[in-house]
């Protein structure tokens, strides 16, 4: 049956964003996420603020296994990207295509950067897990913090214990900051690489920058 004319078609819902967040441990993404979702709402968006590993109750989880059992790459590459498909199906595809704009601590740079550069596990096979799981669904822009791993260490020495990645030497995260660098450099009109190092306000405003610029 078709509409009477007189009733206005409803407006096609505005296209979701997606926004992931990423750098080594200490990096400073805690810091700003939330802050970044709030500068978002207040410009009407409804905005959905996650993680990753995590997101979901399944995904949380998979998260603590994650980060406290002991594991080899493989087993803990394939929990990322098990964490990472309930994360995507049940909160990240629906609020996508509801409009809203998901705000995400890490997602598959992530991968890439700990499993592939600081574990060492293969690109390749990756990149296939990706694919699967992933469908060609990629964050719309991903907000890179970037510092020297000794300066990361020294922040997050000064406020928590470390978990299993944390407990880490500095070759690991140099590693880890490789792997960042190599995605970064393989996908620059997605990445913004922030210097994480500056104090606080410099960051954030780095931040706000990159938002006017490219967050549409
Ligand atoms: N620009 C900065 N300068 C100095 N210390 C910072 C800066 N940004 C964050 N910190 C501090 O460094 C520590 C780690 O920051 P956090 O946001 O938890 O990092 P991440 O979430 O990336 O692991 C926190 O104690 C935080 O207060
Ligand atoms: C998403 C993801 C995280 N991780 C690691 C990186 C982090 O050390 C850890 C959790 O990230 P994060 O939430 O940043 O830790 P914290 O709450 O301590 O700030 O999981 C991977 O190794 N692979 C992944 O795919």
Redesign the pocket.
């Known amino acids: 049956m078709s509409l009477p004319s007189s009733v206005p078609a409803a407006p096609a819902a505005a296209p979701g964003r997606f926004i992931s967040f990423e750098?080594i441990?200490?990096?400073?993404?805690?810091?700003?996420i939330a802050a970044a979702a709030d500068w978002l709402r207040a410009r009407g968006h409804e905005v959905v603020l996650t993680r990753e590993p995590g997101g979901t109750p399944l995904a949380e989880q998979l998260r603590s296994l994650v980060l406290e059992a002991p594991m080899d790459p493989l087993t803990e590459t394939l929990l990322v990207f098990a964490a990472r498909r309930d994360h995507l199906q049940t909160l990240i595809e629906p609020a996508l295509a509801r409009g809203a704009w998901v705000l995400s601590?890490r997602f598959t740079d992530a991968t890439f950067a700990y499993q592939g550069g600081g574990r060492g596990f293969d690109l390749a096979v990756l990149a296939q897990l990706e694919t699967w799981v992933q469908h060609g669904r990629q964050p719309d822009l991903t907000v890179w913090?970037d510092l020297p791993p000794a300066t990361a260490a020294e922040?997050?020495a000064?406020?928590r214990a470390p978990d299993r990645f944390e407990a880490q030497d500095l070759a690991f995260f140099e590693r880890v900051r490789a792997g960042y660098a190599a995605r970064a450099q393989a996908a620059p009109q997605r990445f913004a690489c922030i210097d994480?190092s500056?104090?606080?306000e410099a960051?954030w405003q780095d931040i706000l920058r990159v938002l006017e610029q490219r967050a549409w």
Not at 25 to 32: I, P, Y
Request: charged share 30%; no cysteine.
């Open positions: 750098g441990d200490g990096a400073g993404k805690s810091s700003h601590d913090f922040r997050r000064a406020v994480s500056q104090p606080r960051v």
